[in-house]
């Protein structure tokens, strides 16, 4: 299996700009969870699907935020409009169940507004 | 509200010697815990996981110890080897929910 496949895995754009990144999650797998990772505040869940219907948004910062998940083998994450503040490293992981919770990441895209 | 904290943001070792990485929650409702490893530019990776029944799991070199009373669980690693030089994330989770992760300690482990 080729794992979870995030891209783009660098994105630079200007603040104010649209910013949507990818994420192909291991195949079969029901659970696919997007985070965050900064210096301040490390690893902070955004939001996760069961199924594709998302189940817990609480993570995403603001509205500027959005996620979807069309089908099970694809999710988006989008910014519009990007801040500064957003920079960071994006990471998607995807699992089997939340029994045992062995989430699977993909390698991140690393995002920097300027 | 950081359910799980590791409090050491780094730590450095000799080649051969063991490697104790510390971690702390609050949730007394995580029934199982996991430690991740993380190199740069990738992904963080499973590597030991431990159920909130058993106080010891062990796998190869690593070995993680869970504490219930203390709310306090450790990574311990031996021999050290410098390909373990990474960052390690503890999480807590239970079997309703998410997972809540630490903020990481890198570990140098050096000739």
Known sequence: ??????????????????????????????????????????????????????????????????????????STLKIQPSEPRDSAVYFCASSLDLAKNIQYFGAGTRLSVL | DQQV?????????????????????TNSMFDYFLWYKKYPAEGPTFLISISSIKDKNEDGRFTVFLNKSAKHLSLHIVPSQPGDSAVYFCAGGSTLGRLYFGRGTQLTVWP
């Open chain 1, 1 to 74: 299996d080729a794992g979870v496949i995030q891209s783009p895995r660098h994105e630079v754009t200007e603040m104010g700009q649209e910013v949507t990144l990818r994420c192909k999650p291991i195949s079969g797998h029901d659970y696919l969870f997007w985070y965050r990772q900064t210096m301040m505040r490390g690893l902070e869940l955004l939001i996760y699907f069961n199924n594709n219907v998302p189940i817990d948004d609480s993570g995403m910062p603001e509205d500027r935020f959005s996620a979807k998940m069309p089908n099970a083998s694809f």
């Open chain 2, 5 to 25: 904290k590791q409090n050491s943001p780094s730590l450095s070792v000799q080649e051969g010697r063991i490697s104790i990485l510390n971690c702390d929650y």
